[in-house]
């Protein structure tokens, strides 16, 4: 059992738990990931290590009710059942950071994806790199951690859906409008927005990296639900990633198998909910 130190709400259906877990918070490197597990029962839930203090070994995670995993997470108090991690290969650009300190850097975050785009703007900005960030949400009551990214890149864009902060419109619209601004783009978010990133770069010839979230079970690469397609081949974003050229990337396919478990996940989610007492 790992202690919780807080777990608290961040906007309508999104949490931050902080977590004593000084191993895993040690070897961290900006890009990986955990897989958590609310007791041990639960189904693993991979999330994106957003923050942490190695002096008090803490990490930090933003997680997005949207199932029945994250349902359970989000009712956690004193104690999670278990944490693995680091997980996954660490960013590209953070691991090796002087290779592209003359390099003009974007981030795209889409919703919850600006949890991951953060350390990584962070530690780019510890190495002297300035960042430019394009983020984007539904509503204005969507945004997370505005205050963080804010503190740690050089000039932030918002869009949202509906016109309530920012432009209205798409993140796309933003980068494709700067797009002569840059030379490296790395999108992070859902998978729709990712492909709608990277179709704007290749029509510029802007290298694009993108962070891949499909289905994940053991994180291991042994159980292949994290399968994706790049340039034709299989790959595991579990070992393999989750970063990836995203010119490579087979989208379609990455749309098509988020919807493989639906079904089953619709149900198991009421079952929890009756379980929880939630309305």
């Known amino acids: 059992m790992y202690k919780v130190i807080s777990n608290k709400k961040v906007n309508l259906n999104s949490f931050e738990m902080v977590i004593e877990a000084p191993s895993v918070c040690k ?13 041990e029962e639960s189904e693993r839930v991979p999330l994106t290590i957003y923050d942490c203090d190695k002096e008090k070994g803490l990490i930090y995670v933003i997680y997005q009710v949207v199932g029945a995993s994250t349902l359970e997470l989000s009712h956690v108090k004193n104690e999670i059942f278990s944490i693995l991690g680091p997980l996954g290969k660490p960013s590209e650009i953070c691991k090796n950071a002087l290779e592209y300190k003359d390099k003009k850097i974007v981030y795209v975050g889409g919703g919850i994806g600006i949890a991951p785009v953060y350390p990584q703007v962070k530690y780019l900005a510890s190495c002297g790199i300035k960042v430019d960030v394009i983020y984007g949400a539904r509503s204005a009551n969507m945004f997370i ?12 864009s918002y869009a ?8 209205k419109g798409f993140v796309t619209n933003i980068l494709e409008k700067n797009i002569d601004k840059y030379d490296i783009c790395v999108a992070i978010g859902p998978v729709i927005m990712m492909k709608n990133v990277c179709d704007v770069t290749k029509k510029y010839n802007v290298k694009t ?3 891949m979230n499909p289905i994940m079970v053991d994180g291991s690469g042994m159980c292949g ?7 034709g081949k299989p790959k595991f974003a579990c070992i393999d990633g989750p970063e990836f050229d995203g ?5 379609e396919n990455a749309l098509k ?20 007492g939630e309305k």
């Open 247 to 251: 010119h490579k990337v087979n989208f």
């Open 145 to 156: 951690i505005r205050d963080k990214i804010e503190s740690v890149c050089n000039k932030i």
């Open 225 to 231: 639900a994290c399968r994706c397609e790049i340039e």
């Open 160 to 167: 949202t859906d509906d016109g309530s902060f920012g432009i």
């Open 257 to 276: 198998r988020m919807n493989i478990y639906k079904e089953e996940e619709t149900k198991k989610y009421e079952e929890i909910k009756k379980r929880l």
């Open 209 to 211: 990296i993108v962070s």
């Open 27 to 39: 070897n961290f490197i900006p890009g990986q990931f955990c897989i958590l597990m609310a007791n």
